[in-house]
């Protein structure tokens, strides 16, 4: 074989490993040009074999046709490669499914090609299986359906062969025809049966699972149809070849009352359009879409944007747009079949009806949570905007941020252009709904709102505006102007009479303290407060007092934990008894986490649970947030994962989607903890999309971290490690090895599982360095010494060795006789008499052999001792040392776990066979 024919041949078998898509079409293509410019006809042929079926899989199946061509005749002369004789007989499925998606096709020739393929498939001696099977999909692609269901039951009275499709693909093609006609019983009859088995086709299980979820809905099988939307659509949501997929997925959700998640799916795939693999698919997401996004616009939201490539666009409008390219596309392909049966079901899909009003995808997480709050009539208002605005400033003091801005709405509707003192109001109103998110915005507008109130000669309000704004100046990092007014306006409170003004003036000098970072003055103003409260009388104020003292309390030292905690619990007490159970719910956290900070773990779980009467539902979140992580810290993983639920619902219906994702990676870690990667992997998704919109790549790191392991856990490995890049170089950035090391020991294992030899042993010096910097040289011997190996495999001897002699010398710093210790010294000689042996140096294999066998026999880890001796027994024999190998391989006998029924059945044939040959001298 010429040098460059066998170069090229390398890299063409080197480019079926590469994941399907534009990848491996350009590395194919690259060969491919090579190869007829300097390569053998026996290549020229097989590159175009091998690129045939890249382009059917990998997108762009339009390019397809070129090459089959090509490949035929010269088959057909008699030049072709017989080792691809399948391969191109493979090859007339492709290419009768892609001419029925390409309108420009005339409909004769793939008729032609029909009967070609048969005849063919005859000579050849092949069931016509598939012959049936793709008659049937060209018949019911133009509407013949007497002809559609004819080659069905020759289809299916046919037996299976070589040239059928495989166990998954073949049921998910007959589920399209029965469901087409509305047999959904017969299809899932015929598909069901094959999800529970092993499936070797890249297609599988998402596509069988996809072409089931309108049955399983029609028959009432809702929980199925669930969970093979979620488990489908994760493995080709980044998948750009599988876009008409995705529009099944999208009709699902439109269907089944989940066009709000249709629209995150629409809004994610949308760029995709631009690139779809065919016109069929085209179409098929265009009218998808547009039903979505008519259900959206039936639901009230026709006005709001739709993010797309280049911009926004209204739902309406996009409705509209993708609505006529459907037809459009439609038009084109009746055209060409001389019937209406495309336009007719296009028709079909963009006027359909949903099938139920809801369908929950994700258990309790689509549903508000339940809280103990009855359900309230609609509130009634007063008449006049001074009457409203008091009603959301008292609403405002008890906590209660939803009915204060439900009431400041109404007023803007009554007085939508106040002045004087009502325009400060609501100035200081507006204030106090967006200080928690922009506190120098809200300064500014207490500021004028003061301003406003001195105009209008109300000294306490412009006072008690004026403290606001300095506390917010405190806040924002200027002590010294904030608490220079904080006295200013607690010394004229003092005199004007409003004692609650006065104390509120005093909570806020005290937290102005605090924030200047004088806890002791801070101490010092709360007496005061608490003096001036006694002549007020407010539960309120005393409730709050009690808190704001249980924080400065119980920042003073743990010692002082208990005293905070009684405080805080006294505050909820009063608060409850005021009925102001939002307040409630802020104290009762506060103690709950005090308690669990003083190690009172169960008494602080059932305090908590008091604190889920808040009427907020963020506030709600927090208790349920409190509740989970104590959840877990009491080793309770199942009552975690609904306390998340119940904070994604209670966020979600808030309209705080990022606190709601931030609770989804929690409710992941939770489900991580209980090992359930599916419902891992819902959570850390619907996360991941919104903290990559707010850039929070703390948190990004952590989903992607979580998500990594579900889709390992799910098989989905090629995605997991992609995954995981991300996330090292994010704790690279921040510089924390230990979490970048862990990042890269886990993509180092997972390729390794792929048999990507050479990218795990980067992967796990790569861990090795960043646990080295950690200081952490027990996990990085373990990195080093599996790295030894995966050289090895990688047919790298040279970094092997390399990689050994830095895992034996960390290996010797290690401290302590600790088994774990002991363990990874004995690993480190193991790996290394491996490696050893595969390098012809048998001696030094054999004494780390045995050094290894002993030391984990003297911790207990007798599996691992057994494959010691194994390799033992091996090199003795090599060596001809038979009495020694003997022994060694009786050894291994004994230490071998029972259900290793391989190695066991292997050494005792070797011991056969070593008994048979007698003692030899050492």
Same mark, same amino acid.
């Not at 420009?104 to 005859?122: G, H, I, K, S």
């Not at 008659?135 to 289809?155: I, N």
């Not at 899932?188 to 089931?212: D, K, N, R, W």
């Not at 952590?702 to 889709?711: I, K």
């Given at each position: ?315 309406? $409008?996009? %409705? +509209?747009?993708? @609505?006529?390219? =459907? *037809? #459009?596309?439609?038009?084109?392909? /009746?055209?060409?079949? !001389?019937? &209406? ?119 306490? $309000?412009? %006072? +008690?505006?004026? @403290?606001?704004? =300095? *506390? #917010?100046?405190?806040?924002?990092? /200027?002590?010294?102007? !904030?608490? &220079? ?122 305090? +908590?649970?008091?604190?889920?009467? =808040? ?142 030899? =050479? ?164």
């Amino acid at each position: 074989m010429a040098a460059t024919d066998e170069a090229l041949w390398e890299k063409l078998w080197a480019s079926q490993r590469l994941p399907r898509g534009k990848g491996q079409i350009t590395a194919l293509e690259s060969v491919l040009r090579t190869a007829d410019a300097e390569g053998s006809p026996e290549l020229r042929y097989a590159a175009r074999i091998f690129v045939i079926s890249a382009y059917q899989q990998g997108g762009e199946p339009a390019k397809a046709f070129v090459p089959f061509s090509w490949c035929l005749a010269v088959y057909d002369r008699g030049e072709a490669d017989p080792r691809w004789d399948d391969h191109l007989y493979w090859a007339f499925k492709f290419l009768v499914s892609s001419m029925t998606r390409f309108p420009e096709m005339p409909l004769d020739r793939t008729y032609a090609v029909l009967d070609d393929m048969e005849r063919r498939y005859r000579v050849a001696g092949h069931t016509m299986n598939p012959v049936h099977q793709h008659r049937e999909l060209v018949a019911r692609h133009v509407g013949e359906h007497e002809t559609a269901a004819e080659q069905y039951r020759l289809w299916t009275a046919s037996p299976r062969g070589e040239m059928s499709d495989c166990v998954g693909c073949e049921p998910s093609a007959k589920v399209w025809h029965l469901s087409r006609y509305g047999r959904f019983e017969e299809a899932i009859a015929i598909a069901e049966p094959v999800l529970g088995g092993v499936f070797t086709c890249v297609e599988q299980p998402h596509t069988v699972l996809t072409s089931l979820l309108l049955p399983y809905v029609h028959t009432g099988r809702m929980a199925e149809a669930a969970r093979a939307h979620r488990q489908a659509y994760r493995a080709i949501r980044h998948d750009r070849t599988q876009l008409g997929d995705v529009s099944d997925h999208l009709e699902f959700c439109a269907l089944t009352g989940n066009h709000a998640r249709g629209l995150e799916l629409l809004e994610r795939h949308l760029g995709w359009l631009a690139e779809a693999p065919s016109p069929y698919t085209e179409m098929e997401f265009s009218a998808t879409a547009a039903l979505t996004l008519r259900r959206v616009a039936e639901s009230g939201h026709g006005d709001a944007k739709v993010k797309r490539p280049g911009g926004e666009i209204s739902v309406k $409008a996009l %409705h +509209a747009e993708l @609505s006529e390219r =459907a *037809l #459009a596309i439609a038009t084109r392909f /009746d055209a060409r079949n !001389g019937t &209406s049966e495309q336009g007719d079901r296009i028709r079909s899909v963009l006027a359909a009806e949903p099938l139920v009003e809801h369908l929950p995808l994700s258990g309790p997480v689509s549903r508000p949570a339940a809280t103990s709050e009855p359900v309230l009539a609609e509130p009634s208002y007063p008449d006049t905007p001074a009457a409203l605005a008091d009603l959301a400033e008292e609403r405002y003091l008890l906590d209660d941020d939803i009915a204060a801005a439900a009431a400041w709405a109404r007023f803007d509707e009554v007085c939508p252009e106040p002045t004087g003192e009502l325009l400060a109001r609501r100035i200081a109103g507006a204030a106090a709904a967006i200080v928690g998110e922009d506190v120098e915005a809200a300064e500014r507008d207490w500021t004028r709102a003061a301003e406003l109130f001195a105009e209008a000669g109300d000294e306490i $309000a412009r %006072h +008690a505006a004026s @403290s606001k704004a =300095a *506390l #917010a100046r405190c806040r924002s990092g /200027d002590s010294d102007s !904030g608490l &220079s007014t904080l006295d200013t306006a607690v010394s004229a409170l003092a005199t004007l009479g409003d004692q609650d003004q006065y104390v509120r003036a005093l909570l806020r000098l005290s937290l102005g303290q605090l924030a200047s970072g004088d806890a002791d003055a801070a101490l010092d103003v709360l007496g005061r407060a608490e003096d001036a409260v006694a002549a007020s009388g407010s539960a309120e104020l005393t409730g709050r007092i009690l808190l704001q003292r249980a924080d400065l309390v119980a920042r003073s030292g743990p010692e002082n934990l208990g005293a905070a905690r009684e405080l805080a619990e006294h505050g909820a007490a009063v608060f409850t008894e005021a009925r102001s159970p939002n307040h409630a719910a802020r104290a009762t956290i506060a103690a709950a986490r005090m308690s669990a900070a003083l190690g009172e773990l169960g008494y602080a779980y059932t305090a +908590a649970a008091n604190a889920e009467a =808040a009427t907020d539902p963020e506030l709600r979140a927090q208790a349920r947030f409190t509740l989970g992580r104590l959840a877990l810290d009491l080793d309770r993983p199942a009552d975690a994962v609904q306390h998340y639920r119940d904070a994604v619902a209670d966020l979600t219906a808030a309209g705080d989607s990022t606190g709601a994702a931030h609770a989804r990676v929690e409710l992941a870690a939770a489900s991580d903890r209980l090992d359930r990667p599916e419902e891992v992997a819902d959570a850390a998704e619907d996360a991941i999309d919104v903290l990559e919109r707010v850039g929070d790549e703390s948190e990004l790191a952590r989903a992607r971290y979580l998500l990594a392991g579900a889709y390992r856990a799910l098989g989905q490995r090629e995605q997991a490690c992609a995954l995981l890049e991300p996330v090292i170089e994010h704790f690279d950035a921040a510089e924390h090895p230990p979490a970048a090391g862990q990042a890269a020991e886990t993509a180092a294992d997972i390729l390794d599982e792929l048999d990507h030899d =050479a990218e795990a042993a980067e992967h796990y010096v790569r861990a090795a360095e960043y646990f080295r910097t950690a200081e952490l040289p027990l996990d990085s011997v373990r990195n080093l010494r599996c790295a030894t190996l995966s050289w090895l495999w990688a047919g790298e001897p040279d970094k092997a060795l390399e990689a050994l002699a830095a895992a034996e010398k960390c290996a010797d710093t290690l401290d302590g006789d600790e088994p774990i210790v002991r363990w990874e010294r004995a690993m480190v000689g193991y790996n290394g008499a491996r490696l050893l042996a595969n390098c012809d140096r048998p001696d030094d294999a054999l004494e780390r052999a045995a050094t290894a066998a002993e030391l984990l026999r003297g911790v207990g880890a007798t599996t691992e001792a057994a494959f010691a001796d194994a390799l033992r027994g091996r090199l003795l024999t090599d060596l001809g040392r038979t009495a020694e190998a003997r022994e060694a391989v009786e050894a291994a006998l004994a230490g071998l776990p029972p259900d290793a029924d391989r190695q066991r059945e292997g050494l005792e044939a070797l011991l056969a066979e070593l008994t048979g040959q007698g003692s030899s001298p050492a």
